[in-house]
């Protein structure tokens, strides 16, 4: 076999040659090929992500190991992370999407930790294959989260031209375990036995990662479809039990999920964060299908699968768990003290590497400081001016696939299984109980799509405040962040460049806010026939909720009830949808970062003051469109009443602005002096735009007004080319 | 007295059962889809959830196991009460121990959703649920389409079987009040000691979680049970 076969490139190949003193054979390349691409390595993204902020008070687990942990009490930590499947999802949309969701579900379980939450961002073209990808993407999402009993709580819609033949599908998930119960892929001794779990091993998914995950689409991909894996939700739910059990009864020692390059990658980052070598007999891999060679074993991407560290002594119980919940259970291997992945087939030796060579050891691109510095220049900026406020505009904006109201996708996954879920999809960050503790958990997801068309730092910024803003519109104490990125083919320079000031967005922001980047995922390459997407970050944050079973309202109040924004951004509809559908692409604005940490902790502890009866943060659709989600959670007589402090354009770019951390808080008039009081001390602007009336729907000054029912109707409008 | 809830292979809503019944103070124990015998328990729960993946048909391979067996034979032999929601609906139809059948929801998707149920008639297995009664619970499934044929569907009705029926906010069970496209409505089925839901009561146990209709639901299911239980004790 050649390197390119493998997707590795002449310099790589010279280079691992190199580092054996040999030339590598067959078995041996194809473990480079996988653990080198794009996918497993993050090569091309590895010098970006290093320079986010991974520590705080939380942080029980940043980058590095299956997921990120943060401390929820003392008594539970909690797992979060996203992962992406774009290309499956693509080529076969519901099982692409469904194992997106079995595979971070795995991760979490890899933490010992039990999944309560799913949440799914999703992005999808406009032309017809993407109305088809779109339902199979979530009916697949549905088949894998519903099944396996881990409630969807939350998630995130974007559609446009540029995700035509690129869709992306990010799944987070989250999980909880006892801070006494810690497991994870680095705690293998040598002389433990490795235990290969679940499905038997089959010939899907082969080189998924390296070939499929780790290039561009070229057109007429039907080729692809055996690189993708299908997914089993029953066989994962009582995989995840057995597993589960037998960490919670300490018998594993590592665990570690067999997802992108199956059991080359499983192996090797076991052994590498263990710091230790193991011999394999791959003999005794348990095969679906007979004459599996050694290379198909090792690069199978089979679902469904675990692998486990057991002592010794731990053996017999481990394996009597498996057995009663009916899991296949096979020793396939033992740590070694060598430092030496030795792979046997019926005792003849078929690969000798270091582990080393294929984690820590892949290319790297690193980042120049200076490059990383001029990240942040300004770009030249594209901005339309607004006309002034007209009747259908807000209508149209409200149907905006970006804006309205997710129900047709979310009432096909089960949102309320585990009974945790206190606010589910139908708000804008949900909010969940949690087994065991007083403490809650706020899930906030959100991404960019139009936000970074033009300015990938503004969006990437933007993405990681307007997160932060919906934990902090709970009162909750934001644990960390977790970061989905999607983007270009790293080898073209523009694409590149895109992408790295996406991340730098990203890394200015939460640096501000203080907050810690946990985790996450880099998808690269989603190009078609030359075509990059939009760079394009999807933001998980994790929030500690004091009081989950009193959430701060999101609905209107009651008559004659105050409505503020708080920290009103200046008039600047650029990057909206509003402007969008006007003139086209905008640049998002930019925010300052300076005042960001204190300005999320004065309204949290706005939030838990009691002054305000509901907050709720400005996203997509502006000022307007959240007013029209606050309505649809509202008495149904009440409406709105507004006052905008600007006339013109201006008070077009104020409806529609979409700038991050802005808020709209609802406070009763025998509040209002304490409000007033509050937020000059803490020396942030809160501006009145109106009241809350008893004449349904919204109106402006005498000169607009529109029904309560024609606005809802605008934003529950059902996509009719997609077919719900 | 002790309620059993059983856990199949795929069950997921095992552990909100327990949950629920913990809540209402009443003692529980979990059976395992392999067990033999049924431990002692008073009263067994069929949870919601995926059993066996819904491969086959939903419910079918589940309704195979051997703590079906002894179910089955306590149905028979002590009128054992049973109580099936979602996919334990589904396990008693496919067991025989329910009349009719779930097939897949009408419009194909999978659907989850608050919704209105109205109890159709007062059953001696839920005291205190009166007749017109309307219930807001949740349900979550994509095989929850209820179908009998026409003379049996009259039969149910007659013998006042047919239990819970999906309606719109008057109470009325209205086509578009449907989320499945079950036969008359119906989302609930009692004979004997053994009564199903589709709808999930376990989830509704607390107004903040959307509604505490299922605490009502569940309550008036264990009150039926200590009625039982006095008079079989004279």
């Given amino acids: 076999m050649r390197g390119d076969e493998v997707g590795l490139n002449p310099n790589e190949y010279e280079s691992i040659c190199g580092i054996m003193g040999r030339s590598p054979n067959d078995l041996e390349l194809g473990l480079f090929g996988a653990l080198w691409s794009e996918h497993c390595s993050y090569k091309s993204s590895k010098g970006l992500l290093a320079r986010f902020g991974h520590s705080g008070p939380h942080v029980v687990q940043g980058p590095g190991e299956n997921a990120g942990v943060v401390r929820l009490d003392e008594n539970l930590e909690v797992a979060f992370k996203v992962e992406s499947h774009n290309h499956p999802s693509y080529v076969e949309p519901v099982q692409g999407a469904a194992t997106g969701v079995g595979g971070i579900l795995r991760d979490i379980i890899a933490m010992g930790a039990r999944p309560i939450a799913v949440a799914d961002m999703l992005r999808f073209g406009t032309d017809e294959k993407s109305h088809a990808i779109m339902r199979g993407v979530v009916k697949g999402v549905g088949l894998y989260g519903n099944a396996i009993g881990i409630p969807t709580v939350t998630g995130d819609l974007g559609v446009s031209e540029t995700y035509d033949g690129n869709p992306l599908v990010n799944v987070l998930a989250v999980g909880v375990r006892r801070s006494d119960a810690r497991v994870g892929a680095g705690g293998a001794c040598p002389g433990q036995w490795l235990l290969l779990v679940g499905q038997r091993t089959g010939r899907d998914g082969i080189h998924g990662a390296s070939l499929l995950a780790s290039r561009d689409f070229s057109g007429g991909d039907e080729d692809l479809r055996p690189t993708v894996q299908v997914g089993d939700p029953f066989l994962g739910k009582i995989l995840m039990e057995a597993t589960l059990e037998t960490v919670s009864r300490g018998l594993a020692a590592a665990v570690q999920d067999l997802g992108a390059a199956g059991l080359a990658s499983a192996l090797a980052e076991l052994c590498h964060l263990s710091k230790i070598g193991a011999e394999i007999w791959l003999e005794r891999v348990p095969l679906r299908q007979p004459g599996l060679s050694p290379y198909e074993i090792m690069m199978s991407e089979t679902q469904e699968r675990m692998l486990l560290a057991v002592s010794e002594e731990n053996l017999a119980a481990a394996l009597e768990i498996f057995s009663r919940y009916e899991v296949l259970a096979t020793v396939i291997g033992q740590g070694s003290a060598s430092q030496r992945l030795i792979l046997y087939h019926n005792s003849r030796i078929e690969a000798d590497v270091d582990p080393d060579w294929l984690t820590e050891g892949a290319p790297r691109q690193t980042v120049d400081p200076s490059y990383w510095d001029a990240l942040a220049n300004q770009r030249p900026a594209v901005h339309h001016p607004a006309p002034s406020l007209a009747r259908d505009l807000l209508l149209d904006v409200l149907a905006h696939p970006d804006v309205r109201d997710r129900f047709p996708i979310y009432r096909q996954y089960d949102s309320m299984v585990q009974t945790g879920t206190v606010y589910g999809p139908d708000h804008d960050a949900a909010v969940l109980k949690v087994r065991g503790s007083t403490h809650g958990l706020v899930l906030a997801v959100a991404g960019t799509g139009r936000w970074a068309a033009i300015d990938p730092y503004a969006g990437g910024a933007g993405v990681v405040l307007r997160v932060l803003a919906a934990l902090a519109a709970q009162g909750a104490v934001a644990l960390g962040l977790t970061d989905g990125v999607n983007a270009g083919n790293p080898h073209v320079k523009s694409s590149y460049d895109l992408m790295a000031a996406l991340f730098r967005g990203v890394s200015d922001a939460a640096f501000a806010a203080n907050v810690p980047i946990t985790g996450g995922n880099v998808s690269l390459h989603n190009e078609t026939q030359g075509q990059s997407i939009w760079p394009t970050v999807m933001m998980g944050a994790l929030g500690r909720h004091s009081n989950p079973l009193h959430p701060i309202s999101e609905h209107l109040g009651r008559e004659g009830d105050l409505i503020y924004v708080v920290n009103p951004a200046p008039p600047n509809w650029n990057g909206s949808v509003a402007a969008f559908l006007t003139t086209g692409l905008s640049s998002y604005p930019r925010c300052d970062l300076g005042n960001v940490e204190k300005l999320l902790q004065a309204m949290r502890e706005w939030v838990l003051s009691g002054i305000p009866t509901s907050v709720r943060t400005i996203g997509m659709g502006g000022l307007a469109a959240t007013l029209v989600r606050m309505m649809a959670v509202s008495d149904p007589s009440l409406g709105v009443e507004l006052t905008l402090p600007d006339e013109g354009f201006a008070e077009t770019e104020r409806f529609y602005n979409e700038a991050p951390l802005q808020w709209v808080a609802i406070v009763r008039p025998d509040q209002a002096e304490a409000a007033d009081e509050y937020w000059r001390t803490a020396g942030v602007k809160m501006t009145r735009i109106g009241i809350v009336s008893s004449q349904d729907g919204i109106h402006i000054a005498n000169r607009h007004d529109w029904s309560r029912e024609t606005l809802l109707r605008a934003w529950r409008s059902l996509d009719k080319e997609v077919g719900w | ?234």
């Fill in chain 2, 1 to 234: 007295m002790r309620i059993g809830v059983v856990t199949f292979p795929g069950s997921n809503c095992d552990q909100d059962t327990l949950d629920a019944l913990d809540t209402l103070g009443v003692d529980t124990l979990r059976l395992w889809y392999r067990d033999a015998d049924l431990a002692g328990a008073d009263a067994v729960v069929l949870p919601g959830g995926f059993s066996y993946g819904d491969y086959l048909r939903s419910g079918a391979l589940a309704a195979k196991s051997p703590i079906m067996t002894a179910i089955q034979e306590a149905v028979v032999d002590r009128q054992l009460p049973l109580l099936g929601i979602c996919n334990g609906f589904q396990i008693l139809t496919e067991a025989g121990l329910l009349p009719g059948g779930l097939r897949a929801n009408h419009h194909g998707q999978f659907r989850c959703d608050w919704q209105r149920v109205k109890v159709i008639e007062a059953s001696p297995l839920f005291p205190g649920l009166e007749a017109g009664e309307v219930l807001k619970l949740p349900i979550a499934h994509g095989e929850g389409s209820y179908y009998m044929d026409e003379e049996s569907l009259q039969s149910l009705f007659a013998h006042g079987e047919a239990w819970l029926q999906y309606v719109d906010a008057d109470g009325q069970a209205q086509s578009w009040a449907n989320p499945n496209g079950s036969v008359a409505n119906l989302a609930g089925v009692a004979r004997g000691s053994v009564a199903a839901l589709m709808p999930h009561p376990e989830r509704a146990m607390m107004d903040i979680l959307g509604s505490d209709d299922g605490h009502r639901l569940l309550t008036a299911w264990l009150c039926g049970l200590e009625r039982r239980a006095l008079y079989a004790r004279g």
